[in-house]
């Protein structure tokens, strides 16, 4: 064994680091759901999109510390947008549970896995919006 690959194991971080789900199932993608109450669709998106600075992530990226975010498979929908983006993308099995549970709430924001970039992650609420977890729908 090299002194490189010594000293990596010595000093690799100690802990539960999150791991892969298995892949979703033949013909199906998964998909990570974000209930949240912005005033509009813009502060949502500016919120997902816009980073302050060029030396700083967006705030969802910041707020999701246990997960690389590519934002360009991020999607926010806000208002009536967040009933029809429910209605398309979910089976009516389905799309009703997602609107349960998307309830008052008048911004939908949904993180493709493919956001991920193959890296394991781990998600939670943030400040702003609550996991709703993930879901399986057709791809």
Do not use: Q
């Not at 429910?86 to 709430?105: K, M, Q, S």
Request: hydrophobic fraction near 40%; include cysteine; glycine fraction near 8%.
């Amino acid at each position: 064994m090299s002194l490189w690959s010594r000293l990596r194991d010595i000093f690799a971080p100690i802990g539960d680091d999150p791991e892969l789900p298995p892949p979703p199932a033949p013909g199906m993608m998964r998909l990570h759901l974000f209930a949240g109450d912005f005033e509009s669709g813009d502060a949502a998106r500016a919120y997902c999109f816009m980073a302050p600075d060029k030396d700083h992530p967006e705030p969802l990226t910041n707020d999701l510390p246990g997960a690389f975010v590519d934002i360009r498979f991020v999607t926010v929908a806000h208002g009536p947008a967040a009933g029809d983006f429910i209605r398309h993308r979910f089976p009516p099995d389905t799309a009703g549970t997602v609107r349960d549970r998307l309830g008052a709430a008048r911004t939908l924001v949904v993180l493709d896995e493919a956001a991920f970039g193959g890296f394991p992650y781990e998600l939670n609420d943030t400040p702003k919006l609550a996991y709703l977890g993930a879901w399986e729908v057709p791809e």
